[in-house]
């Protein structure tokens, strides 16, 4: 079960800087949407904002981003960044009726949509948001490619001393193959459906890096189940494989995304 009432001040200051590697697909997704001075462009969760700010500079003073996250305090600082064609507010997919049908040329989700329980209501609002021939963008972990570290922390916590542990910790639980993912934009009205997985390789300089990383990224959920004694253990037998993964620039991981470009129909 996925909390939203685990993030910190702490949490969302250090995703504001470990979260480049989300900015730098996220860059990747943008320019695959082709946006251009004077759209109008939502970002549903935008976290802190880096995302929303770059768009911003594509749409230019003459279009404007709106940018919704559940999050408030992760609002408050995508806030402080934002220009004044950048509107932040607190919000979520499943409910975007601060917002007029047929109101955006692109909507955009950017590794967020492994954190949606439910699929269908976020979609059909992104649909229902866009303008006729508007474009809807998705990054999100993939369930038939994992990330080379949830491989990993399946292989720990198979250790029989995590035993009492019954679902591994990933974070990433409501992620969906790249197959269900296009079928899911198809059932809730997109059309023309490109869809691809990339890959992305990050370094980290040591297993703190990479538990921070994830804790930042899955605002307090990741490992949040389990007991002090059940994370310590978590954490020495992690380290044991992350430091198998050290190369020249550190511990080297590898991340899947599916990555996917729909149309709402002209
Ligand atoms: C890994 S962060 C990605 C943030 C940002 N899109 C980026 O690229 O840096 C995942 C974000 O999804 C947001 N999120 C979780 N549940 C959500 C929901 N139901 N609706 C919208 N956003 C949600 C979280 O609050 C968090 O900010």
Redesign the pocket.
Known sequence: M?S?AL?STHLAET?DRV?ER??NH?KQLVSALRIAAGHRVL??????G??ALHVAQLVGPSGKVDA????PL?VALAKKRAPAHLEATV????DLSAFASGTFDVVY????YH??PEKLT?LREALRVLKPGGRIGISTAASDAPHEFEVLLKQVFASSDLADVQEVPSGTTHKVSSSALREQLQAAGFTDVQLEIKSFVDHFDDTEAVIGFNTA???GNFLSDLTHEQRALTHSLLERELEKRRDAEGIRLQRNLSFAIAARPA
């Open positions: 996925v939203l993030d995703y979260g989300q900015f996220g970002d549903v969760g935008c976290g802190t880096l995302l919704v996250d559940p999050l992760r919000g979520a997919a499943e989700l950017n590794s967020v954190w949606l976020p990224s899955s605002f």
